[in-house]
């Protein structure tokens, strides 16, 4: 595991008020995502996950742990799943309860939530557990608490990659960390299938995925290439589908499932 860090400037001093200030932030700059509901099943996360929806039970409870701007929330409510989405940001939360009234959206931590234990067929979360510096393991163990035996649990986090390792490998230690602070964790596959083991999960599958936006940023990070260039956007086409997963995928989806006992 390996961390990223980010400018600390003008970001509150506590963790959970940074990253509720940031991601509220976030929400609010790309908030026309939002219409992206109709494309949720185009996404690589969804396509993975689509098989064990389609062995659910129609009605399966499901969770989005930081669901940000709730589209995956919606899209499953619409087909028939009682879905439930808890995001840090209240701000983004009430947003979403006006605009959708009738879906479960809930203001909260995913470390320690107020819901049942064993409640829940399928807990999902992309780009979440990775942003809490003592690492993913209370998100991974309340993910546990919260799903039925036999639920499955669905995440993604950044991919520590072959091109990751190699910059980290000749980068220069820094002197210091003032004016810095902890942003994400990465992993490799080896490291994230230990941190759900280690909670009791049984991994099923470890995925590299969104090719394109790692090749779109090796473009950018590792020869200055704009990502808003028209031939950079070409390249990136061009080199998707031939640069292998290993070197350049951005993230990495777990698939895991809570064992049944007895």
């Known amino acids: 595991m390996r961390k990223d860090y980010i400018a600390s400037a003008g970001t509150p001093a506590d963790e959970t008020d940074f990253v509720e200030d940031y991601w509220t932030k976030v929400w609010e700059r790309i908030s026309e995502r939002a219409k992206r509901v109709d494309a949720v099943e185009t996404t690589e996360e969804y396509q993975i996950m689509a098989p064990y929806l389609k062995a659910s039970p129609a009605d399966a409870r499901m969770l989005d742990g930081g669901c940000g701007l709730g589209e995956f929330v919606v899209h499953l409510h619409r087909k028939g799943y009682r879905a ?63 799903l039925k035996p036999g639920g499955r649990l669905f995440i993604t986090v950044p991919f520590d990659n072959l091109r990751q390792a190699l910059r980290g490998a000749f980068e220069r230690p820094a002197q210091s960390l003032s004016g810095r602070r902890f942003y994400q964790w990465r992993f490799t596959k080896a490291e994230l299938a230990r941190e759900l083991a280690l909670r009791g999960f049984e991994v099923e599958k470890l995925v590299p995925i969104s090719k394109a936006e790692g090749v779109s940023r090796m473009l950018h990070h590792d020869f200055g290439l704009n990502r808003d260039w028209t031939a950079t956007k070409a390249l990136r086409r061009v080199l998707t589908p031939v640069v292998p997963s290993a070197w350049a995928a951005h993230m990495l989806m777990a698939v895991a499932r809570k064992p049944v006992v007895g």
Do not use: M, N
């Open 84 to 146: 439930v989405g808890v995001d840090l940001s209240r701000k983004t939360v009430d947003l979403l309860e006006k605009k959708h009234p009738g879906i479960a959206f809930e203001a909260g931590d995913i470390r320690q939530t107020a819901f049942e234990t064993d409640s829940f067929d399928v807990y999902f979360s992309w780009g979440v557990f990775e942003h809490f510096e003592a690492g993913p393991g209370d998100c991974i163990a309340e993910g546990y608490r919260v």
